[in-house]
């Protein structure tokens, strides 16, 4: 059980150039989200999805697209990156319910993206 | 809008007292909060979760407390030890349902000393 897996672990990017953050899940879970992490600000949701063809905005959506078509995978998308996105990402997972497990997120290790 | 406080400084103890960690949150009822431990470059993971109606709750030598009324909880480590230095979040559900959003404090940085 590998839990959450990002890649890559670092990246630098020119401004403007466009990647993406890639995000698989093995636990079966159905919530996915996309969080930044910056010093001073804690972690901010970008995006998040509740299953497989549905996906929102969250706290800080702009500059980033994700989808997600399957129930594993869920990737980030920068389409022109800013210096402003220099960041860590990071992707998590939860289960869908309403018992002691519900919203209790599993993280990856997270993404540290450099933008030039 | 929602809002969670940590107290940005960090926290210096020696080891074996006991680390008391803050969560204060505004405009906002939670059904329950959640505490994170994160060691650096890597995610958070998972430690504790209470709710509304449980005033303490304990895991080893962890204990939260939750205060709805001065909307704050404190996160207690005891007989704190080196391998406890590490940031810890606190989470609150953001909005309501169960849909995998939290709103996350900034965390406190603990350092334990020998």
């Known amino acids: 059980n590998a839990g959450v897996t990002q890649t890559p672990k670092f990246q630098v990017l020119k401004t403007g150039q466009s990647m993406t953050l890639q995000c698989a899940q093995d636990?079966?879970?159905?919530?996915m989200s996309w969080y930044r992490q910056d010093p001073g600000m804690g972690l901010r949701l970008i995006h998040y999805?509740?299953?497989?063809?549905?996906?929102d905005q969250g706290e800080v959506p702009n500059g980033y697209n994700v989808s997600r078509s399957t129930t594993e995978d869920f990737p980030l998308r920068l389409l022109s990156a800013a210096p402003s996105q220099t960041s860590v990402y990071f992707c998590a997972s939860s289960k869908r319910g309403t018992g002691t497990t519900a919203n209790v997120l599993t993280f990856g290790a997270g993404s540290r993206l450099t933008v030039l | 809008s929602q809002k969670i406080e940590q107290n940005s400084e960090a926290l210096n103890i020696q080891e074996g007292k006991t680390a008391t960690l803050t969560c204060n949150y505004t405009?906002?009822?939670?059904?329950?909060l959640q505490w994170y431990r994160q060691d650096p470059g890597r995610g958070p993971v998972f430690l504790l979760l209470i709710r509304e109606n449980e005033k303490e709750k304990r895991k080893e030598r962890l204990k939260v407390t939750f205060d709805t009324t001065l909307k704050q909880s404190l996160f207690h480590i005891t007989a704190s030890q080196p391998a406890d230095s590490a940031t810890y979040l606190c989470a609150l559900v953001r909005g309501s349902g169960n849909t995998g959003k939290l709103i996350f404090g900034q965390g406190t940085t603990l350092q334990v000393k020998p």
């Open positions: 999805s509740v299953g497989a063809g549905i996906t």
């Open positions: 405009n906002y009822s939670p059904a329950y």
């Open positions: 636990m079966n879970h159905e919530y």
